[in-house]
């Protein structure tokens, strides 16, 4: 009754411009290592997982990219959401079709972008989730120790006498807080961040959908009996229109009152933003991480470069800078405004 579901169907709009919403950045080998984000995450997630029970929900633009990176992927295991409605829907979705083949089963939901360093640890991690979740009615989430005030994910102040083992109480789930909210979440020592990394009974997850997003789940709910049949795009295509766009973040986790966390240490990265990537790229003296062979630094400091084309680029006398260069844009953006970039995005585009 274990399954997997890989979201992998955003955008990666914070990691402009090398993610492009035509080739997002789960698509791309972001660190350098020979395959991409999507392929190691379904790979870490073979390791013990039947191939039959993973699933990777994406937008449909990008079911073809899904199929050629993950050859191993069954082809009906590859849902294709008709639009981009957030991470809710894409759970409201896998959680209503495996509940109509197997009303006991039990999901991981993760991401599909992510760097984790260590793959035992990350095993052992979905063992004791599975193994509570299938005991408990929880929703549970993998907790990460923050290291400093990042805006981009949720906060989770937790309750720091287990239920069992390993297994903590969650008093409060915050989504990407304000800054001061986040530095005095970090300074008290009862936060961690939220992984992003979901487990649940399909059964519990869809009484909370139904308990905090009532609407939605009644859509998905109407349309029940076409999942898992010839109909089910058909009915995917009459869901999607009515959905709100939203997190399960927003929608769920930060409402439910039955949530769980396990603090888990497997060398988890969200590589969602260039300081992600800057934290986990190699560095010269200075501080600067490079990724491009034409790069000349002079006098410069802590920025994160890229230059993927065959242009000369040099820096001098600048600090703490992104800057990327690829064939039809160039960026230069302070690296503390990095979560900015999804507004400007919006702007450009808007004034295109
Ligand atoms: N199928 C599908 N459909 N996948 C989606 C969609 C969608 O509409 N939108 C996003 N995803 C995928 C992304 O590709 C990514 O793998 C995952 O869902 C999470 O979405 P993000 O957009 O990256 O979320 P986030 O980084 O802002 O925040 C989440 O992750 C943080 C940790 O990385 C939250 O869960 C935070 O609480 C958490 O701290
Ligand atoms: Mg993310």
Redo the contacts with the bound molecule.
Sequence with gaps: HHYVAI????I?SRFWPISRSKY?K?FLDVLNVGESLLQSTFKRFAHFIPVENIFI???EDYADLVKEQIPDALEANILR?PS????A??VAYIASKLHQRDPDATLIVA????LILDTVAFIDTCRQAFDYVDRFVSLLTLGIRPTYPNT???YIQYDQTPYEGNVYPVITFT??PQLEFAKTFIASGDFL????IFVWKVRDVLTAIEKYLPEMYEVFHAEEEYFNTPKEQEALERIYPQCVNI???YGI?EKADNVAIIPSEFGWS?L?TWNSAYENMDKDYLGNAVKGDNVVIIDATKNVVQASNNKLVVLQGLDEFVVVDTNDVLLICKKEKEQEIKDYMTEIKRNK
């Design positions: 979201m992998a169907g955003g990666g997002p789960q929900v994406t937008f959401e981009r409605k957030n991470t829907p894409c991401p599909s972008d992510h981009g994910y949720g989504e990407k961040w939220n992984a992003g997190s399960i973040d986790m969200d969602g």
